[in-house]
């Protein structure tokens, strides 16, 4: 247990060093946010108390802001996000079908979690990525012209 708190206190200190730089400053909220995803995967109730109480906000507050942008997660993700773009133009071109092949490969559904952590299945409006329809994305890296083929050769690409 030692370790996990160590590991705690090293990512709340670097999310203090990250505010100090900010000024402090509330109207930076959403960039400290956005940072505290970062250093801890989502925004636990514990850190978003934590960020208000440096810049000396409200809980609601940072929980309004947090809810509110679809970016930020309130739970745990897996180490690899699986984002299905279900805008129009990936939607009509297949996208409901690439997602309920992850699901079904992956035994989980949207927003969901594998049990040994390591995918989580999530969807997204638009990445402006039209012309390479249906997008998939994974922690960022961008897919396009994705079929429900390609979900198993993406899969053990990241097995692997």
Known sequence: MCCSNELSEK?????DEFIKLQGSSKSQLIAILHKAQEIFGYLPKE????VAEKLNLPYSKVYGVVTFYSFFSTTAKGKYVINVCTGTACFVRGAGEVLEEFEKKLGIHEGETTADGKFTIDTLR???????????????????HFNRKDVDRLIQEYVE
């Open 47 to 50: 850190v978003q108390m934590f």
């Open 126 to 144: 638009c990445v402006g990525a039209c012309g390479l329809a249906p997008v998939v994305s994974v922690n960022g890296k961008v897919y396009g």
């Open 11 to 15: 990512k709340y200190n670097e999310l």
